[in-house]
């Protein structure tokens, strides 16, 4: 039978085989976009721009894809592998009050393997409810979906009428036993119904790789509603619910962060600057790799990345114009931080987190103070209650906050410590960037008032007209603001109820300044000029066009 298989589909068929759709690992990345707790049961796919999809898997090392058949479908749903339930076009693990349809975990599986997905595909045609699967690396033909283990046995038994009329004549009879539902089998639907295309089980040594197939273009594909360039990866943890990966190429992806983590209408040199931040950051990614096997997160843990459906033709031009640039250190990645605003300064690194980094260096920015920036200034109101309640759910030991001071600040004027003290006069000093956490600050530079201490001038740190700082050595001080400069006042005696918090900027203050970005790009700088100012030293190395 096997012999006569091959021969047949060799002369008959174009069969599909085992193709390498290469793609240098370094130019792609896989991308989490649902994983852990926010895995997925079921995950639809539609086709935008392109038509089917191939499937296989995409290579642990290289991520060139192994492709071993192709779906013609529009629309194909992923499913954690089992029993699961239709209702409504939706599915589910539970059975939900209205059925429209059941999936059965178990199957019967003909014990013949067939060199190909196209052989298995073929002979799954000739029976009613069959379908082709890859099981630990062979191509298998399973038929019928069952609730029960009862009732695939039942159909087994009968399997001596599970014949094939070969062509020319004559039969071929099969003989199958049943399958159980698999804990890190996937299925494959035509989505909204109980249609099986494909089941995929490779024992976790391998995960379901799918890739849209764009035709004579690109393709684009729908999901969750937005749309994606390149593949998609299902990883599923034994038993679980499905990691959701996309797998795609750098550029494409710098494609799908930039108008998401800056406004796409900015100039141009604003979002060059930003798109070689988000390149670069994306390749220094690691932290996600050893749980979940992608390289970088699709969200604000990592950076923004929601697809092509923000792309405009000016974000587009800003990721093409500077293809493959990348900010470079002394021959390393640049770890290239970059927030809203700062506020008037930005901070060095080993002030907001706990390490210091030769170009993430801070400095007084005088580029944001140029245009208008949206709630560019912050109010906030603590009582002394809730205070003692933030402290206590941080794992602090304090008694009832009586004031709350800055008890030391950066040379560049941002918060270094925060000071609170409890009715016996015990002090917890938070520091860094806990600091802001703490209190939901949006910045890293406020000021407090109404919480008394007696930190008064102390920890202060000055900056001479020829930019050189050093610890306060007693005297007035000036701070320079938003509206100018002004004089420091000695925090107030504690009174009253609670402490208002009086800040500027947004985010964490390392690194790029997205508004600050934009200003100096209205003032003509380049995107070069943009990133050697807020990242000291740095190197832009790469093909730009």
């Excluded at 209205?98 to 199957?107: E, F, K, P, Q, T």
């Excluded at 970059?338 to 005088?366: C, R």
Aim: charged share 20%.
């Amino acid at each position: 039978m096997k012999k006569f298989l091959r021969t047949f589909f060799l002369c008959m068929l174009t069969a599909v085989t085992m193709t390498v759709y290469a793609r240098a690992a370094e130019d792609t990345l896989k991308v989490g976009l649902y994983y852990g707790d926010d895995a997925l049961f079921s995950a639809n796919l539609q086709n935008f721009q392109g038509s089917g999809y191939r499937l296989g898997w995409f290579d642990e090392n290289t991520r060139d894809f192994v492709q071993i058949g192709a779906l013609t479908q529009e629309k194909i749903s992923m499913t954690a592998g089992g029993t699961f339930y239709v209702s409504g076009g939706a599915y589910s693990k539970t059975r939900p009050s209205r059925v429209d349809a059941a999936v059965g975990g178990y199957h019967v599986q003909l014990d013949e393997e067939f060199a190909t997905f196209d052989e298995a595909a073929y002979v799954a045609a000739q029976f009613q409810e069959a379908f082709p699967a890859f099981i630990n690396n062979r191509h298998r033909v399973r038929l019928g979906c069952y609730e029960s283990q009862a009732e695939a046995s039942a159909a087994a038994a009968t399997c001596e009428t599970y014949s094939w009329s070969r062509p020319g004549g004559g039969s071929q009879r099969f003989s199958g036993s049943v399958v159980s539902p698999s804990a890190t089998g996937v299925t494959v639907t035509a989505t909204a119904s109980s249609d099986v295309l494909f089941q995929f089980d490779c024992s976790g040594a391998k995960s379901l790789g799918v890739l849209p197939d764009g035709g004579a273009g690109k393709a684009l594909t729908w999901f969750k509603g937005y749309k994606w360039y390149g593949g998609f990866e299902y990883r599923r943890s034994t038993g679980g619910a499905l990691n959701v990966i996309n797998v795609v190429a750098l550029e494409d992806y710098v494609k799908g962060v930039l108008p998401y983590e800056m406004s796409p209408s900015w100039p141009l040199e604003a979002l060059k600057a930003q798109a070689v931040c988000a390149r670069t950051y994306a390749l220094l990614q690691s932290k996600h790799y050893a749980g979940y096997r992608f390289d970088v997160c699709a969200t604000t843990d990592c950076q923004v990345y929601r697809g092509a459906n923000q792309a405009n033709g000016l974000t587009d031009r800003a990721v093409e114009e500077t293809a493959g640039v990348l900010a470079i250190y002394r021959g390393q990645l640049a770890e290239t931080c970059y927030y809203s605003s700062n506020g008037g300064a930005s901070e060095s690194s080993e002030n907001v987190w706990s390490y210091p980094q030769p170009y993430l260096v801070g400095k007084e920015d005088p580029y944001e103070g140029t245009i208008d920036i949206p709630d560019y200034s912050y109010t906030i109101h603590y009582t002394y209650k809730e205070l003692t309640d933030l402290l206590k759910k941080k794992g602090h030991s304090i008694g009832t906050v009586t004031s709350a001071y800055v008890s030391k600040t950066t040379p560049m004027g941002n918060v270094a410590e925060l000071t609170f003290r409890d009715s016996a006069g015990k002090t917890v000093t938070v520091a860094k960037e806990d600091c802001r956490w703490l209190l939901s600050a949006r910045s890293m530079r406020f000021t407090i008032s109404g919480g008394g201490g007696s930190a008064g001038l102390e920890g202060l740190w000055t900056i001479s007209g020829g930019g050189a700082a050093e610890a306060f050595q007693g005297g007035e001080a000036y701070v320079i603001t938003p509206a100018g400069i002004e004089l420091f006042q000695r925090p107030a005696e504690s009174s009253g109820t609670g402490v208002t918090i009086t800040g500027t900027g947004y985010g964490h203050g390392v690194g790029m300044s997205q508004y600050g970005a934009k200003a100096m790009a209205q003032l003509g700088k380049t995107y070069r000029e943009i990133l050697s100012f807020y990242f000291t030293g740095i190197t832009l190395e790469g093909a730009e066009r």
